[in-house]
């Protein structure tokens, strides 16, 4: 499921491999998404400023998609 809220980020740099960190950091954040569901440990994030627990279930993991949303 997609999420309109949140959108891939974009390298405004010129260097190829700076252009290649943003989808970089979205396959990672999934990675970590699903590793977190499949042993039943809860991410750590930061919204609103906030570092809060959000426990992650195979549910959890199929709303977030894989559009790097979550």
């Known amino acids: 499921m997609s999420n ?4 891939t980020p974009v ?3 010129q260097d190829d491999d700076m ?3 943003p989808h970089a950091l979205v ?5 970590a ?8 440990t809860p991410l750590i994030v930061s919204r ?3 570092v809060v627990e959000c426990p992650m279930t195979d549910r959890n993991l ?3 998609g894989t559009d790097g949303s979550g």
């Open 33 to 40: 998404r699903e590793i977190a569901a499949r042993t039943g």
């Open 19 to 21: 252009q290649a960190v």
């Open 62 to 64: 199929e709303q977030a």
């Open 11 to 13: 390298s405004n740099l």
């Open 4 to 7: 309109p809220e949140h959108t």
């Open 48 to 50: 609103a400023g906030q």
């Open 27 to 31: 396959r990672a954040a999934q990675r």
